[in-house]
């Protein structure tokens, strides 16, 4: 099972990656901004889903490059990737940790830091070899 720690390893493996709170919440910044952040139910949230049962365990949230790529990884239909109606609009994603694939996850976490680092950041990134 996938953690939020590994969610913070994986985050941290990028350049100029910080590690802070939102919202009370662990997140991952880089240039100043949050990319990926636990993102627990609030109570509205909860509401929201009626009768249905909504994702269990430690879920996140990963920002994603506009709209259009939103709508692109939620029909990509991987397991563990989903959106409430709170994110409508957003560009990010939610992550159910207990579900997501380690490969599927470490890709969304690379695009959530590539959309949001500097362009410098991500030009030198990208140059460096593997």
Known sequence: MITVDDVASLALSFPGVTEGTSYR????????????????????????????????GPIVAL??????????????????????PHFDGYAAVLVQLDVVGPGHLA??????????????????????PS
């Open 25 to 56: 919440n662990r997140a991952w910044f880089v240039g100043g901004t949050h990319f990926a952040w636990e993102r627990p139910f609030s109570k509205a949230d909860l509401k929201r889903f009626g009768a249905d049962t909504p994702p269990s």
């Open 107 to 128: 890709e969304a976490i690379e695009d959530a830091w590539l959309c949001t680092a500097p362009p410098a950041l991500v030009s030198e990134y990208r140059s460096t």
């Open 63 to 84: 920002r994603v490059d506009d709209l259009g790529e939103k709508e692109a990884v939620l029909a990509e239909g991987h397991p563990g990737f989903f959106t409430i």
